[in-house]
């Protein structure tokens, strides 16, 4: 039997990446993105792409892999994938900037009902759209790292590992 090949960190990426921006476009289509507690769905569906993924490669090179192997599998495609999400964002908001005034909306629509003074809520909604780019791909790439090392890591821990002993290659 000939050993299998590894998937590549950007095809892990890819896959995953697929089914994030399906489920955004679901989201964005349906009208359920302005619901704040459907985008742990997106988070948990990374988690279980990373696990998936990581797991996969361990058992592609039959688990004779460390910890750090696997995580740092994890850790590249989560870079690949923030990389790629971000492209999705930047293209999705282009094609329809009216999500953009949206959230503004909903944005002033949660400060009124804080009962936020409306000099205030003018100041934070200028400074949001003035920084937006800044703090999209900024947010993107904190709230990626964070959950792609968490992903990341479970991954690792639970794949099963069979550490190849440097003094079982030496001939003798």
């Known amino acids: 039997m000939e050993p299998?090949?590894?998937?590549?960190?950007?095809?892990?990426?890819?896959?995953?990446?697929?089914?994030?921006?399906?489920?955004?476009?679901?989201?964005?289509?349906?009208?359920?993105?302005?619901?704040?507690?459907?985008?742990?769905?997106?988070?948990?569906?990374?988690?279980?792409?990373?696990?998936?993924?990581?797991?996969?490669?361990?058992n592609a090179l039959d688990n004779q892999v460390t910890f750090g192997n696997l995580f740092s599998y994890g850790f590249k495609t989560t870079a690949l994938l923030a990389l790629i999400m971000i492209a999705f964002t930047v293209i999705l908001f282009s094609i329809f900037p009216d999500i953009r005034e949206k959230m503004v909306e909903i944005a002033r629509q949660r400060m009124e009902d804080r009962n936020t003074p409306e000099d205030q809520i003018d100041k934070g909604i200028e400074m949001w759209q003035k920084m937006f780019w800044v703090l999209t791909i900024g947010g993107i790439i904190l709230v990626y790292a964070i959950v792609g090392a968490i992903g990341s890591l479970i991954g690792a821990a639970v794949t099963k590992k069979k550490p190849v002993n440097p003094l079982d290659q030496m001939s003798m």
Do not use: D, E, R
């Open 4 to 58: 299998k090949k590894p998937m590549s960190h950007f095809v892990a990426a890819s896959v995953i990446a697929a089914v994030l921006i399906i489920y955004t476009l679901v989201l964005q289509f349906t009208g359920l993105w302005k619901n704040p507690s459907m985008a742990w769905i997106s988070y948990i569906l990374m988690v279980a792409g990373l696990i998936f993924f990581v797991n996969q490669y361990g």
